[in-house]
């Protein structure tokens, strides 16, 4: 309230003295003052509950903050990308050409990130990664205006081979939504798990976001191999589950995979996804207070239990406000904001995190394990990984 009148008081004075000319910019540029913060996420489709995830933990983690990025108002936008690459383009333009967004949090599916990246790298907006994994995005293809907050596509797949052995399970047959994400998962599932001495009986995949997934559960049948390992994710991993267990393979050949598998889905996959062992860099019952305290207060504000995506989405907007307090809120010295940007750490729900150079999380990866409902932590299969961001020349 004071500072309310104050500020009134003030400008009332600035009218006395100044022309009328010579306020009127003064006024635009005031309410022009606010942070324009769009949103390209997938709202509808297979992955529609990750988006709104996302989006939640943004909002979480600026209102936490006071509601503000380095001082200033913010303006929000949204665009559903529908997990659509054909339209990534486009839809970025939308933000950033007709909206004038000051910083573009999005996406999801790697395909649809290539386009964004584009966009990005075109028009220099500033451009945050709250989940799509596609490795050029900080290798080849980094930029210094573009940050991600979650993981390269193969940074948890890295680490699931090792387990897998540790385990006696040296035949494996590995499945997969074929596009960027799962085709890089593999790869680092094939690096890790071959150095360790196994052996990939079998390739399968199908087309993103298909889910007709008889056939290829009745080829793993007649494979019977020692495991399956997979990349999928939202509302195909559900079915997957569910498919896989009503096919008879469950207790009989162990599914592990990409800890998205898992995530967000374990109340549409019920039992069916009991044992399930994934690789990722969040587990629900991580036992610390920093998660303990997220996990409640995301329960009580959004009526949903937070998973690795929301984690993402939490730390995308603390690292745009840390980043924007660090600058006082000035977004024109992008050189000062985007070197603050890269020295934060990230006091994440997962553990605290540090940003690679080419801009990609330094991260433990959890072992985890699916019971009742909750993806238990086992151990940590890999401390504080890095992508290796061959290719990245920035600047
Ligand atoms: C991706 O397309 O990069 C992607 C999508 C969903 C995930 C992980 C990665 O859960």
Redesign the pocket.
């Known amino acids: 309230m004071t500072t309310r009148r104050l500020v009134l008081t003030r400008s009332a004075a600035v009218v006395g003295a100044a022309s009328v000319g010579l306020l009127l910019p003064q006024i635009a540029r005031a309410q022009s003052n606010k942070i324009r913060v769009g949103f390209m996420l997938p709202y509808t489709g297979t992955?529609a509950q990750?988006g709104v995830a996302i989006e939640n933990g943004v909002r979480m983690a600026i209102n936490e903050k006071g509601g503000k990025l380095g001082g200033r108002e913010i303006e929000w936008f949204k665009v559903d990308d529908e997990s659509e690459p054909s339209k990534g383009v486009e839809n970025a333009n939308r933000l950033v050409q007709r909206d004038k967004v000051d910083v573009l949090i999005g996406t999801?599916?790697?395909?649809v990130?290539m386009g964004i990246q584009r966009v990005a790298r075109e028009s220099g907006v500033l451009s945050i990664i709250p989940?799509?994994?596609?490795h050029a995005a900080t290798r080849a293809l980094c930029a210094p205006n573009v940050f991600r907050t979650s993981f390269t596509?193969s940074q948890p797949t890295l680490a699931l081979g090792k387990p897998m052995m540790d385990k006696g399970l040296k035949r494996t047959v590995w499945i997969t939504w074929k596009?960027?994400?799962g085709d890089e998962a593999f790869e680092g599932f094939k690096e890790s798990y071959t150095k360790a001495g196994g052996t990939i009986v079998k390739e399968l995949g199908l087309p993103f976001p298909n889910v007709e997934f008889q056939a290829l559960l009745t080829e793993i049948a007649s494979l019977r191999p020692d495991a399956v390992a997979c990349f999928f994710?939202?509302g195909g991993a559900a079915k997957f589950i569910r498919d896989y267990a009503a096919a008879g393979l469950k207790d009989k050949i162990p599914l592990w995979g990409s800890g998205?598998l898992t995530?967000g889905v374990l109340d549409a996959a019920g039992p069916a996804a009991d044992g399930i062992m994934t690789t990722m860099h969040y587990s629900d019952s991580l036992d610390t207070a920093r998660n303990r305290q997220f996990r409640l207060d995301y329960a009580k504000t959004f009526k949903l239990q937070p998973d690795v995506?929301a984690v993402q989405g939490y730390d995308s907007g603390l690292l745009l406000a840390q980043g924007l307090a660090a600058v006082k809120g000035d977004m024109s010295n992008k050189p000062a904001l985007y070197k603050a940007m890269e020295s934060q750490t990230i006091d994440s729900p997962r553990g605290k995190w540090t940003m690679s150079p080419q801009h990609n999380p330094v991260q433990d990866i959890y072992l985890r394990r699916v019971e009742n409902k909750e993806n238990k932590v086992v151990g940590i299969a890999a401390k504080a990984l890095a992508d290796s961001g061959a290719g990245c020349k920035m600047g």
């Open positions: 992955f990750l999801v599916h790697s395909g990130q989940n799509a994994g596609v596509n596009y960027a994400a994710a939202g998205f995530e995506y």
